[in-house]
């Protein structure tokens, strides 16, 4: 069984800083693509952050220069910096991971964390 475990958020002020990490766990083979997602009521969950088992990382226009994404692949762990947070950054943020489970050959399963909430005031 694999899981994805969040850890992190919280509240803070405006122009703040937080940082939310995710841990991969269970009979793992290889993590391929982390990322980090965000959602707030009513609407459609939105990518903020990837990165590939290389290190090549792609961010949302709204978190560029702010937020920074870097992952630890020994420890198959992912962490998020948020910087010079905005009320607009107020979200359930959300790890994710394509990972290939121990003896499922080379196929890649989708696995979601349980969600993290960031709260920005103004």
């Known amino acids: 069984q694999v899981q994805l475990v969040e850890s992190g958020g919280g509240l803070v002020q405006s122009g703040g800083s937080l940082r939310v990490s995710c841990a991969a766990s269970?009979?793992?083979?290889?993590?391929?693509?982390m990322d980090w997602y965000r959602q707030t009521p009513g609407k459609q969950r939105e990518m903020v952050a990837t990165i590939t088992s290389g290190g090549y990382t792609k961010y949302a226009d709204a978190v560029k220069g702010r937020f920074t994404i870097s992952r630890d692949n020994a420890k198959n762990t992912v962490a998020l910096q948020m910087n010079n947070l905005i009320p607009e950054d107020t979200a359930v943020y959300y790890c994710?991971?394509?990972?290939?489970?121990?003896?499922?050959?080379?196929?890649?399963?989708?696995?979601w964390g349980q969600g993290t909430q960031v709260t920005v005031s103004s």
């Open positions: 269970g009979s793992i083979f290889r993590v391929n693509a």
């Open positions: 994710h991971a394509e990972i290939v489970p121990t003896g499922r050959g080379n196929s890649a399963f989708s696995y």
